[in-house]
């Protein structure tokens, strides 16, 4: 049984004058414990609003959330709240989830207060000060405030919040992207470690392609509000199997300053979130796509036991 599995996931939201954007379009994956699943594609593909639904953070229009076997969706608020224990997040901007008028002990210990009530404080201020040393933190720091940090110790908090009450998931919504590339480095690293540490699951939000090949066990691909490929995240960089995964490849700077770059394979505009369509969402700016691929029902198809693609020329090199 997989740690957390998304069924059939839509998400639509009403704008004013009733016009509808759809968020997410029938999305489905499962994160197992222990595994980093990396969720990758460009802003607006629907990426942050996956990971606040899979914490029921928002709801589904349509769907089902299930945790460790549990119907997240049909939990009443108070079996929800005990559930928040193990369902925690960490945010993009570590600065913005920090109240800058409390002290860090306070902003770790906080969690504790609301799902760990009967531990007595001197028990919370040992786990607050276990946390500390943890992430890496000197524990001096524990009477300091947000503001007097870095942003590389800001994260080191939010992380440090993030698990204070032992969860068994974690979303990690684009967590190192406001941090230079050698701290960046550091938090990635103390991610895995503590993954390795306590078990946890990740379910890792990123545009950065260069980081998810860092730290994911499989990768999920998103375009316009649907999963379009997934598999290991290895067999996904070496031979991906969608052009949206070929194009989103070819557009990242390689590590190497001397590598030539390919050149970016997608023409056109991306199709509007106020547009449900039928076919692959793709169409119109793909290059090898054809006239049936607007009409088709394109949905996630295995081609292995491993992996899944929704096209229907999976594999198709477009150059």
Do not use: W
């Amino acid at each position: 049984m997989s740690l957390l599995e998304l069924a059939n996931v839509s998400k639509e939201f009403e704008l004013s004058g009733g016009t509808r954007v759809y968020a997410l379009d029938d999305v489905s994956l499962s994160v197992d414990a222990g595994e980093t699943l990396a969720l990758i594609g460009e802003s607006g593909s629907g990426k942050s609003t996956l990971g606040r639904l899979a914490l029921r953070l928002i709801e589904p229009t349509r769907g089902s959330v299930r945790f460790q076997g549990t119907d997240v969706l049909s939990l009443r608020p108070p079996d929800l709240r005990r559930l928040r224990a193990k369902l925690q997040i960490i945010f993009q901007e570590p600065f913005e989830s920090l109240n800058p008028r409390m002290r860090l002990a306070d902003i770790i210990g906080e969690p504790l207060a609301i799902h760990r009530a009967n531990m007595s404080p001197k028990d919370r201020q040992d786990r607050v000060a276990q946390v500390i040393e943890q992430v890496g933190l000197a524990p001096d720091m524990a009477r300091r405030y947000p503001g007097e940090l870095s942003g590389g110790q800001q994260q080191r908090v939010g992380i440090a919040r993030a698990i204070v009450t032992a969860p068994s998931l974690v979303v990690l919504d684009e967590p190192t992207s406001s941090l230079d590339l050698s701290v960046r480095a550091q938090i990635l690293q103390l991610l895995a470690d503590l993954q390795a540490q306590l078990g946890m699951g990740y379910l890792f939000i990123s545009h950065d392609i260069h980081t998810v090949r860092y730290v994911s066990d499989r990768i999920a691909v998103m375009y316009r509000g649907r999963v379009v490929e997934t598999g290991p995240s290895g067999q996904v960089f070496a031979d991906p199997q969608h052009p949206y995964t070929q194009a989103l490849l070819a557009a990242a700077l390689p590590v190497d300053p001397g590598e030539e770059m390919p050149p970016a394979r997608l023409v056109g505009d991306p199709l509007s979130p106020t547009r449900l369509v039928r076919g692959c969402v793709l169409y119109g700016r793909c290059p090898v796509g054809e006239d049936r691929c607007a009409e088709t029902e394109v949905r996630l198809t295995p081609v292995d036991d491993v992996r899944s693609v929704a096209c229907v020329k999976p594999g198709t090199v477009v150059g």
